[in-house]
């Protein structure tokens, strides 16, 4: 095959991503092999992949990829497998340093095991994705695609009302549902809110006020929703979805890197509040009423933001010690950060932990993900190790009403080893490959329906550090469906639209 013909198979900017994930894993052999211990040097490998993660990212991005998985993927794995270890490396987490003390072994073997995934996942999901481009080179540029903003702008109105509905829902629900069957149907109608929000980014130009208004009101409700929740991933989907919306015909590398760079401001803001937050003493996931909530907000409002001389947590309760101007300061807000992506230690431990002959059994519900819960009230909790993981991890029972998440490689390898890695890393660079593809017909104008699995396909591939059960078997079992569900419906919306034109 000539330079020229792998080229535009491949495209420039998937053949950037294979040799930066190349550059990574010979890297990381090369260090495993050297047998350095020096931080500096076993932690060069992240930095470069890291940097390389986020150019290749704004690449695709500015090329009109924004909505295939395999640009998320490039963004996630630079993020974690990158950006994580490096903040692992340095301790951002005072646990980093309690179970490896100075000891860097652990980050070699987590660079080899991650470098490797990255080139298998890449690799398998480009040989699938194919991406199509359109005669000028960019995606969805033709009159097909036209037709397609026509057909989802006479839907959207319909759509976006029902998305309101289910933010008011959430209101009356709150916090949340406490029947398992019921939370299990209502995160069914949960799942089509990000896409809805992405399609608002989509179609911004070409709506009516009304509809436009319509769209910031359910927008700005659920983002309140996700201050009240003290949930910084319900504050930031909105707005990420809305972005990726923005995003899809191709922008500027300045419009591009304008809008990371809010988005970051407003990660900054957030994380120490939603810390905050769960902390206050009157705070409770579960029976905490919105008004309650609206409380805890106004405490923290009063002192993190207005500087008011209130005690978050009076003396005499349980959560008395709490000092918001040291979680507010820069160096406590950056190691919160490093700690919130900090995937080495935990891989490390579960890299060791099947070394030494324990395997992890996170695997066992492989099959009864697949069953709904309607079916199967009685169905195992299926997020369930990662409260015993988080109890385990820091040897501490109390934590067991925490939550901790490997990363699906680290997951993979703590239950099967090396051959589990590969197999898991196959299976995920296929699901990402398919679902490329799907969004490269979708932006020609050939498939609508993509975009309204769009969004939690690619969250599914930026977040890695995922449980593989949950995100990539149930989640993509998920996505299949309502993408299947969704494409018989535009079918017949495009067959009464034929019909009506004949």
Same mark, same amino acid.
């Given at each position: ?110 660079? @080899? ?5 990255? &080139? =298998?996942?890449?690799?398998? *999901?480009?040989? #699938?994705?194919?991406? $199509?481009?359109? +005669? ?91 201050? @009240? ?5 319900? &504050? =930031?989907?909105?707005?990420? *979805?809305?972005? #990726?919306?923005?995003? $899809?015909?191709? +922008? ?98 579960? &890299? ?151």
């Amino acid at each position: 095959m000539t330079k020229s013909l792998l080229s535009r198979r491949l495209g420039i900017e998937y053949q950037v991503a294979l040799i930066n994930a190349a550059i990574f894993a010979l890297a990381a052999l090369a260090v495993y092999l050297s047998r350095v211990e020096q931080l500096s040097v076993v932690l060069a490998p992240n930095v470069v992949f890291l940097l390389g993660s986020l150019a290749t990212f704004l690449l695709l991005a500015k090329s009109g990829h924004s909505l295939a998985p395999i640009t998320w993927y490039v963004m996630g794995s630079g993020v974690f497998f990158g950006f994580g270890v490096i903040a692992g490396g340095l301790h951002a987490s005072e646990w980093t340093t309690i179970h490896y003390g100075s000891d860097t072994r652990h980050l070699v073997l987590v660079n @080899l095991l991650n470098s490797c995934s990255v &080139i =298998l996942v890449l690799a398998t *999901a480009i040989a #699938i994705a194919h991406p $199509a481009t359109s +005669r000028n080179g960019e995606p969805g540029s033709n009159a097909q695609g036209d037709g397609r903003h026509t057909l989802l702008l006479r839907i959207y109105p319909y759509l976006m009302g029902a998305c309101g509905a289910v933010v008011l829902l959430k209101y009356i629900i709150f916090p949340l549902a406490e029947n398992l069957v019921l939370r299990s149907l209502l995160d069914k109608a949960y799942f089509f809110l990000p896409s809805a929000f992405l399609l608002f980014g989509m179609l911004l130009k070409r709506m009516s006020f009304g509809v436009l208004a319509l769209s910031a009101t359910v927008i700005l409700l659920e983002v309140a929703n996700g201050v @009240l929740s003290f949930n910084k991933y319900q &504050i =930031l989907t909105p707005l990420v *979805a809305y972005m #990726i919306g923005l995003w $899809a015909a191709g +922008r500027s590398y300045r419009f591009l890197l304008l809008t990371m760079l809010v988005l970051g401001g407003v990660f900054w803001t957030i994380n120490p509040m939603v810390s905050l937050g769960r902390a206050h003493h009157n705070y409770d996931p579960r029976k905490n009423t919105v008004a309650e909530r609206y409380q805890i907000f106004t405490d923290y409002f009063n002192v993190a933001v207005m500087g008011r001389q209130k005690a978050l947590n009076p003396p005499g309760t349980v959560r008395e010690h709490l000092d918001v101007s040291s979680r507010l300061s820069a160096p406590e807000r950056a190691r919160a950060v490093g700690v919130r992506f900090d995937v080495a230690s935990i891989e490390g431990y579960l &890299i060791n932990e099947y070394n030494s002959g324990r395997p992890g059994r996170s695997l066992v519900d492989t099959w009864a993900v697949l069953v709904p819960r309607l079916l199967w009230p009685e169905k195992p909790i299926i997020t369930r190790f990662a409260n015993e993981l988080s109890a385990q991890y820091f040897n501490n029972p109390s934590q067991a009403s925490s939550a901790i998440a490997p990363t699906y490689a680290g997951e993979a390898y703590w239950n099967l080893g090396p051959i589990g890695a590969v197999v898991v890393s196959l299976f995920v660079g296929g699901c990402f490959g398919w679902l490329s593809r799907c969004s490269s017909k979708a932006q020609e104008g050939g498939d609508p329906a993509y975009f309204f699995v769009a969004y939690p396909a690619l969250a599914s591939a930026a977040f890695v550090e995922s449980w593989i059960v949950a995100t990539y078997i149930g989640g993509f079992a998920i996505i299949v469906l309502s993408y299947g569900a969704m494409k018989f419906v535009f079918s017949i919306l495009q067959r009464k639209r034929l019909d009506a034109s004949v």
